[in-house]
């Protein structure tokens, strides 16, 4: 069975420029996250998704940060205008949720780096 | 709010030896999960071990096994009989039952297994 995916792996732009992260999850899994790790930091949560709904973006910075979750399966997330400090690697995760602390499986991450 | 302490940033371990990482938590929560993820190179961070805290009795796992003190709110990890393919960063992570299904991780520890 596919795990997470996750593209592009890596991406090297200007600040200012907007890049777009893309992430399938397992199949049958319902509940998706995005997750932002910084050099030398655990992962932080940025929005988790239930099916279509987000029902947990606290963290987002929506002035530049959006998601998106079509349909329930695929996920994008989209940074416009990037800046330096968004140079990280965005981790998605996917688990079958339903309240058991179910094992949340992440992909290999986007590596971002901002010039 | 949930925090996790992973108080060693680095640990260093010869091949075949045994290694403790430690972690503590702060929570008023009394129904919960832990988990310690590996996280090699590729970035992919990979479930190692998992535990409910209703459950008094240490989780395991091959050769990784956890001393959990729910009244001391620590969890440690123990990894036997060391291999290399052990090098990596572990995160020690929280998780609410029943509540955000989020995860709440700490800073990691870099452990190096050496030949």
């Known amino acids: 069975e596919a795990g997470v995916v996750q593209s592009p792996r890596y991406k090297i732009i200007e600040k200012k420029q907007p890049v777009a992260f893309w992430c399938n999850p397992i199949s049958g899994h319902n509940t998706l996250y995005w997750y932002l790790q910084n050099l030398g930091q655990g992962p932080e949560l940025l929005i988790r998704?239930?099916?279509?709904?987000?029902?947990?973006d606290s963290q987002l910075p929506k002035d530049r940060f959006s998601a998106e979750r079509l349909k329930g399966v695929d996920s994008t997330l989209k940074i416009q205008p990037a800046e330096l400090g968004d140079s990280a690697v965005y981790l998605c995760a996917s688990s079958s949720g339903q309240g058991h602390g179910n094992t949340i499986y992440f992909g290999e991450g986007s590596w971002l780096t901002v010039v | 709010a949930q925090t996790v302490t992973q108080s060693q940033p680095e640990m260093s371990v010869q091949e075949a030896e045994t290694v403790t990482l430690s972690c503590t938590y702060d929570t008023s929560e009394n129904n919960y999960y832990l988990f310690w993820y590996k996280q090699p190179p590729s970035r992919q961070m990979i479930l190692v071990i998992r535990?409910?805290?209703?459950?008094?009795q240490n989780a395991t796992e091959n050769r990784f096994s956890v001393n959990f003190q729910k009244a001391a709110k620590s969890f440690s990890l123990k990894i036997s009989d060391s291999q290399l393919g052990d090098t990596a960063m572990y995160f020690c992570a929280f998780m609410i039952k029943g509540g955000s299904e989020k995860l709440v991780f700490g800073k990691g520890t870099k452990l190096t297994v050496n030949p």
């Open positions: 535990q409910e805290a209703y459950k008094q």
């Open positions: 998704y239930e099916n279509e709904e987000a029902v947990d």
